[in-house]
């Protein structure tokens, strides 16, 4: 079939479906919701036997839904309705919630139902249930719907109404969540309900909240299980965190947004107010046995050691990849045969740390501070001659997360995962994180532009086929063994045909210009990026239906 989306934004349920629909054979193009006008044009170009919108902000037209079948994805299960549906199950703390797909009609999320999937709602971030359960279960139903479509053509089959239901229907039109309904009383709210309110509005509005007296929104709750303050009082800093009392206990908030700002480290945010904060560091790398805000951690099971790193978004400022390499090089001290580069649980890593950029003096100083500091990391990984390492992805990974993987001997991906292994949707950039010395041999050099240059996102399976990733990691004792004699050989003779510092330095000579040369493209991609700047046209490589005949098949 051909499948139109119309949608908000690419974003990675979309790419997901992207992906999921491409390789059951399905021509899939892609139109951002900017105008009726706009996507109107789209459909009669493409002519699509189905429009499906997977992430939408505003109805679809009558024009369009009465001449053509638009399934839209809703994160709610059936009978719900409303622009805020997960931030009402999860502050409301649903057990279980769902995803709907129903046929667009004149009234918002009230049409005919196709499938529908529910899954146990966990405690988290909102942007994490929708990234993992959500996605997977909106994955679940859109195919189903999308099987269904020539049993409704054929007679065979037809989506019902929640009229027809014959039990009763759990799910209602719920408003708008105003910030009224997530304010937080620090002194009356028990740290259960101030974590609830921050994971229902994480990462986005955030909850809208008084710091030191200033007007912010807050993100990123952290729960903590041992320390405690007057309620109220911001009590404690570690790192890029805050910790807040609360009636029963506190609550740590990673990052803030000051009025008019943009999304910063909460210590970074409140950088003036939290100097005065008392410090509460943590002691090594260990993971402790109580719940704490701990970006890094390290466990052992047997010989294999797991880093973990939880940074927020994936994104890896020059201090957060200062420390993870601290903590990588102390783990190389220790007596296993395995290091595992664990990641986070929503993301592995999505390169340099754009906002931190965006909010440095001189965002190129910034830029190629970052840069040196990731490509010290790869490198580290690289030249880890003690250890096999594993990168395991839990999470999705983009931009230089990708290739600071793929450092490491063995690259595993939970089966879900989406990758975007490249850079220039950046403003044009180069990229470094030695790409240009681990993705040949992988893929080949042909495969390696055709990455670079296509810049789509690519399913777990997808970098497994295409010899990117690895699937898994055999680490027998015996076995380890001649596996990291081998590493250490095949280093040594990559190093004698060219030095690391080579490609290093090819690569950073690309990004010096990209930071610091007459084309602004780099600067001016971050800044829409990071202030979330409403596209104002689709890519030319996601929009199929307006290449030139012939340029489609393709
Ligand atoms: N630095 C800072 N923030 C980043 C980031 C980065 N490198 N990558 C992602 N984020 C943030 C987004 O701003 C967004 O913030 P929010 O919590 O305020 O909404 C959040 O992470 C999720 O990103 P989003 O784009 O909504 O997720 P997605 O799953 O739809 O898309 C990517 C994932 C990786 C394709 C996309 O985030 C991206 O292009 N990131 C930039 C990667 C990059 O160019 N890195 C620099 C070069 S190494």
């Known amino acids: 079939m051909r499948v139109l989306f119309l949608t908000h934004s690419f974003n990675s349920l979309t790419q997901r479906l992207y992906a999921e629909l491409g390789e059951r054979g399905h021509e899939v193009s892609i139109e951002f919701d900017i105008a009726d006008t706009v996507a109107e044009e789209a459909v009669a170009q493409f002519q699509p036997d189905l429009i499906v919108a997977p992430f939408l902000k505003r109805a ?20 719900d309705r409303g622009p805020s549906a997960l931030d009402w199950a999860i502050q409301e703390g649903e057990e279980s919630w769902g995803v709907t797909v129903l046929q667009a009609e004149a009234e918002m999320d009230a049409g005919p139902i196709w499938a529908t999937t529910e899954f146990p709602l966990r405690r988290g971030k909102k942007a994490s249930v929708y990234r993992n359960e959500v996605t997977e279960a909106a994955c679940g139903a859109v195919l189903q719907a999308v099987l269904r479509i020539s049993e409704f053509n054929a007679g065979r089959w037809a989506p019902w109404r929640i009229a027809e239901a014959r039990s009763p229907v759990r799910g209602r039109l719920r408003p708008l969540m105003k910030q009224a309904e997530r304010a937080i009383d620090w002194r009356q709210d028990d740290s259960a309900s101030v974590l609830r309110k921050i994971d229902a509005g994480d990462g986005v509005p955030g909850v809208a909240d008084l710091w030191f007296g200033v007007p912010c929104h807050v993100f990123d709750a952290w729960p903590e299980a041992r320390l405690r303050g007057t309620p109220g009082e911001v009590i404690a800093r570690r790192e890029t965190a805050l910790l807040r009392a609360t009636r029963d206990g506190a609550v740590w908030v990673g990052h ?33 046995d109580h719940a704490t805000w701990q970006d890094i951690r390290y466990e052992e099971a047997n010989d294999v050691g797991f880093l ?45 740390h754009l906002n931190l950029i965006e909010n440095a003096e001189s965002a190129a100083d910034e830029s190629w501070a970052n840069i040196n500091a990731i490509d010290d990391l790869a490198e580290a990984i690289l030249r880890c001659g003690s250890q096999l390492t594993v990168a395991a992805l839990a999470g999705n ?101 060219k030095p690391l510092a080579e490609y290093r330095a090819e690569e950073l000579t690309q990004m010096r210009r990209n930071f610091y040369g007459f084309d602004p493209s780099y600067h001016y991609a971050r800044h829409h990026f990071v202030h979330k700047v409403p596209h104002a046209w689709t890519p030319r490589h996601l929009a199929r239906h307006r290449d030139k005949p012939g340029e489609r098949a393709a």
């Open 397 to 497: 990974t983009g931009a230089g997360g990708c290739f600071l993987a793929r450092a490491a001997d063995q690259v595993w991906v939970r089966a879900g995962v989406m990758l975007n292994p490249h850079y220039k949707n950046m403003g044009n950039l180069y990229g470094s994180e030695f790409w240009t010395y681990l993705l040949p041999p992988r893929v080949g050099a042909d495969g390696a532009r055709n990455i670079m240059q296509r810049r789509l996102p690519m399913t777990a399976r997808q970098a497994v086929d295409s010899g990117f990733y690895d699937l898994c990691i055999e680490a027998e004792q015996g076995k380890s063994d001649r596996q990291l004699a081998a590493k250490r050989a095949r280093r040594a003779a990559d190093e004698a045909a």
């Open 308 to 352: 973990h790193f939880e940074f927020y978004n994936g994104a890896m400022g020059t201090r957060q990849c200062q420390r993870l390499q601290a903590a990588f090089e102390w783990a190389q001290t220790r007596p296993t045969r395995v290091i595992v580069l664990a990641g986070g649980k929503d993301f592995w890593s999505n390169g340099i």
């Open 256 to 288: 803030a947004r000051r009025a008019d700002g943009i999304k910063l480290p909460a210590t970074l945010a409140f950088a003036t107010e939290a100097a005065a904060v008392p410090e509460a560091p943590l002691e090594g790398w260990w993971a402790p």
């Open 60 to 79: 679809i037209p009558a024009s369009i839904w009465s001449q053509h079948l638009c399934l839209i994805v809703h994160p709610g299960i059936v009978g």
